[in-house]
């Protein structure tokens, strides 16, 4: 340990800062933007659940994201080592590293199910280019019994070469390591994935039901406010950021030292917030211009959304351009996802850094062959990792930060000027906020699933 409890960093960081941020940035726009973003916002009603998820993404999200690069850089090592190396030289308990094992646990349940989703985004690559969205798919009948056979048992063996092919490109990359491969395939990738987008958004104003997406939006309703949506909304927050997932603490281990963390935090997040906006407007501009309905769920993409591109100009070329966008963005996200675990064991157990990717991508792929067809899992999955798991992480690192590491430690990580207002959001706003939002927004949930008559049930065949 070195002056100011500062340990010795990792030999490998980003070349430079624009490296970092592509890399980062690549992490929060996947398809927690694209996919998870849009079918969300459509759940709950539009204008008052974008509302809550920007002040959920400026208030807690923000401030959460500039504590995990802060952790990674003053340690640089990886998350759980980050968090354990911070501990200790702050005279605590390395039983904080649980806070990085929480998020480790986290990134893994999301990687297994965004690989799953991107298999399904492969299946649907070929079928949007070679128009088959307009052969009998602009019913909603005739884009569900599709959607439901792609995803089907009958379709298993062409969905495991799909998820093996995409967990084979994550290991490629992440095997090459930081400079040679994350931050070189981001450096691809984010240019042509901006490309697309800004191409699609030119489509859905020219083409799409624009005005009425806009309208969709931001059109706040006083009925749509609850602790239930303020949790999809903290749960989204978190998602998209890669916040209380270990993946930012990760990343923050290959900043050099003279990186302006609060500054990088700040065009991350406002990055992931942009790209958000924006797919939503390009989703909603084509579902509402065929009259679908918004609140399809998660298979809003695969059944919603065929239907407005089946009945588009050029829907096969720009349904194309979707699909392989949203397989940009997966491929980014999952990344870094996998780069959470492999950094672990490239360091803790010395095993190579490729025997690390291939073992984390081999785990990944029989999990998530296992419930490739299962629907009913992977929401079951997508909630216990976004909306347990990472705000629980979130709020233990926000306690970690804000009161368990020394002053002096953040305070050089973060500047004075920046400390002083992170500092209350951190050790009061921002676990406050999360605890009540957690407890109240799962017990709405639990109530409109019927958990009381349920247990109320259990007890009376009881007796």
Request: hydrophobic share 55%.
């Amino acid at each position: 340990m070195t002056i100011a409890g500062r340990v010795d960093r990792k030999s490998e960081t980003w070349s430079s800062r624009l490296g970092f941020v592509l890399a980062a940035v690549g992490s929060s726009v996947g398809l927690g933007n694209i996919w998870r973003f849009t079918y969300t916002t459509g759940e709950n009603g539009g204008g008052a659940f974008v509302i809550a998820y920007l002040v959920c993404i400026a208030l807690i999200a923000f401030p959460l994201l500039a504590a995990e690069y802060a952790v990674g850089r003053r340690s640089g090592h990886s998350a759980v080592e980050s968090v354990q190396a911070l501990a200790r030289a702050s005279g605590k308990s390395e039983w904080w590293g649980g806070v990085a094992w929480l998020g480790m646990l986290a990134a893994f349940f999301i990687l297994t199910f965004y690989c799953v989703v991107s298999a399904w985004f492969m299946a649907y690559l070929p079928m949007a280019l070679s128009g088959v969205f307009g052969d009998n798919g602009a019913q909603l009948a005739d884009s569900q019994a599709r959607f439901e056979a792609v995803t089907s048992r009958d379709n298993l063996p062409m969905l495991l070469v799909y998820l093996g092919l995409f967990i084979a490109a994550a290991v490629a990359v992440v095997g090459r390591g930081v400079k040679r491969g994350i931050e070189r395939a981001s450096s691809i990738l984010m240019p042509v994935f901006a490309m697309v987008l800004l191409i699609l958004l030119g489509f859905a104003i020219a083409e799409g039901a624009f005005g009425e997406a806009v309208s969709f939006l931001t059109r706040v309703r006083p009925e749509d406010f609850s602790f239930s949506m303020l949790l999809d909304a903290l749960a989204q927050s978190f998602f998209a950021t890669g916040v209380g997932a270990a993946v930012m603490i990760t990343y923050g281990a290959y900043l050099k030292t003279d990186a302006d963390v609060p500054r990088s935090s700040a065009i991350v997040a406002a990055s992931d917030t942009l790209v958000a906006l924006v797919a939503a407007l390009v989703v909603f501009s084509l579902v509402f211009a065929v009259g679908s309905d918004p609140d399809a769920g998660f298979s809003l993409l695969f059944v919603n959304l065929p239907i407005g591109l089946a009945q588009m100009p050029l829907g096969n070329i720009v349904g194309g351009a979707f699909f392989l966008l949203a397989l940009f963005a997966a491929l980014a996200s999952s990344i870094s996802l996998m780069e959470v675990a492999v950094s672990w064991l490239d360091e803790r157990t010395g095993v190579t850094r490729w025997g690390a990717a291939l073992g984390v991508g081999f785990a990944a792929f029989v999990i998530g062959a296992g419930y490739i067809f299962s629907h009913e899992y992977i929401t079951f999955v997508d909630f216990v990792a976004s909306s347990l798991l990472m705000p629980i992480g979130g709020f233990l690192m926000a306690i970690f930060a804000g009161w368990v590491i020394e002053k002096k430690m953040m305070q050089a990580e973060l500047g004075m000027p920046f400390f002083r207002v992170w500092s209350v959001l951190v050790r009061w706003v921002i676990p406050i906020a999360i605890g009540v939002i957690l407890v109240l927004g799962i017990r709405e949930k639990l109530d409109a699933a019927g958990f009381d008559a349920m247990v109320e049930g259990a007890l009376t065949t009881t007796d």
